[in-house]
């Protein structure tokens, strides 16, 4: 059985509420831990809940807003002083591996004491290609691209997962528009979905907000958690069809052993 921590459950902006940024830890019966996404307060809540950078050793990043991958830079130069530390294994798209270095981390780790650096430097990386399938732990993750920002002319690379544990299937969506009508396929074959909700008061175009999410079929919903939600009240999912928020600190056991 693997379990899926979440060391926090808010959004990019989350203040203030005991809250961090929507990374998870993907744990498995061994202790191996897959950490999914790297916000820029990382260091707080692996703190939170009793960890540290020593225990990263694999990172997968589903793009480079700062709320998944600003927290790199902390855990890479962590990494590599810590006598007792190994390289970390990076786990990205080809498309968001190509500028991870010079459009996020560069400027803060392109240089250290005698050396000039690059992002091998401090990681093996593993650039996954347009197949957009890896391997960790004997679990076959696929990379499932979704629409986050489109400004027209570039849309930003950005992918959630999908995978399979003693025949349940998780899809976690990482920040995204709702695209239930292109990716139909991913939330009727899984089991669990862990999808990104906005709930603010005044609806940005970037992430799927409660309104649209609550008008998804009841079978779609109520296998929906939702997650990277703004500070404040909520809604009452569970009445409205859902799983439920996720909480900061929450644990879900995934598997039949």
Known sequence: MIHLLFLGSGSAFTVGDGNFHSNIFL????????????GSDIRFSLYKEGFCHRDITDIY?????????GGLEYVGLSTKFDPQCHKPNLYLSHDV???IWERTLSGGMGSVEGNITNLESFFDVY?????????WENINFELVKTIHIDNGSYVMPTYGLFFEVDRIKIFITSDTQLCYENLKNYYEQADIIFHDCETSKYPTPVH???????KLPHQIKSKIWLYGY????LPDAKKDGFFGFVKRGD????GNK
């Open 27 to 38: 744990i498995t019966e061994t202790g191996k831990k897959l950490l999914i996404d790297c």
């Open 61 to 69: 990043i589903s793009h480079l807003h700062s709320d998944h991958a």
């Open 97 to 99: 591996a190509s500028d």
């Open 127 to 135: 650039s996954v290609d347009d197949n957009r399938l890896f391997s």
């Open 208 to 214: 799927s907000h409660y309104k649209e999410l609550v």
């Open 230 to 233: 703004q500070p404040g009240e």
């Open 251 to 254: 644990k879900f056991p995934i």
